[in-house]
């Protein structure tokens, strides 16, 4: 048996959750944890998402939190680029709008409220295309502002993907 101690406003979402399925809440608390670790999935299932999670060099954390995000791009049919961000020649910067807004916090996650009660923080990923649309350039300008943006000098043969907070302190030094 393993105990741990959450937020008392996890708790309550937890609690309301367990309520409205008709189960204890630690038997959602634990199926909760099973589906973080994949478990029940086929293994070939489980196999592609963790070389997918590997491959991106993401935690678990951050890899859910991106095909959440993923998801909501498909669900609202539009561009990421559109959604989050616009550049405001007359403030000089980037301005979020849409259905996603800046926290108080200094992570600049975004929040992303997926029901009534419940919101998790996202960090949206920018894709090459996104970067080509956004700064109108070619496709080998786009993937070299992307390194820039990450730091990185070499340019490994992978599915490259920016958090937006990077790109945009990248954009404006």
């Keep these: 048996m393993v105990t741990t101690r959450v937020p008392v406003a996890v708790a309550k979402q937890l609690r309301g959750m367990a309520?409205?399925?008709g189960r204890a809440t630690s038997s959602l608390a634990r199926v909760i944890l099973e589906n973080f670790f994949?478990?029940?999935l086929p293994p070939q299932m489980r196999s592609a998402l963790e070389?997918?999670?590997r491959r991106l060099q993401m935690n678990r954390r951050?890899?859910?939190n991106h095909l959440l995000f993923e998801r909501l791009q498909v669900l609202n049919d539009v561009d990421l680029v559109s959604i989050l961000c616009s550049h405001d020649m007359r403030a000089g910067g980037w301005a979020?709008?849409?259905?996603?807004?800046?926290?108080?916090?200094a992570s600049q996650r975004s929040r992303v409220n997926i029901s009534v009660?419940?919101?998790?923080?996202v960090v949206p990923l920018l894709r090459v295309e996104n970067v080509m649309k956004l700064l109108v350039c070619s496709r080998s300008t786009a993937y070299e502002h992307m390194n820039h943006a990450l730091g990185r000098t070499d340019r490994p043969g992978r599915l490259l993907r920016v958090p937006l907070d990077v790109f945009e302190s990248y954009i404006a030094n």
Excluded: K, L, V
């Design 19 to 21: 309520d409205a399925e």
């Design 117 to 121: 009660e419940r919101e998790i923080f």
């Design 38 to 40: 994949y478990a029940g």
């Design 96 to 105: 979020r709008r849409g259905p996603m807004t800046n926290s108080d916090d």
């Design 51 to 53: 070389e997918d999670e």
């Design 62 to 64: 951050d890899y859910i």
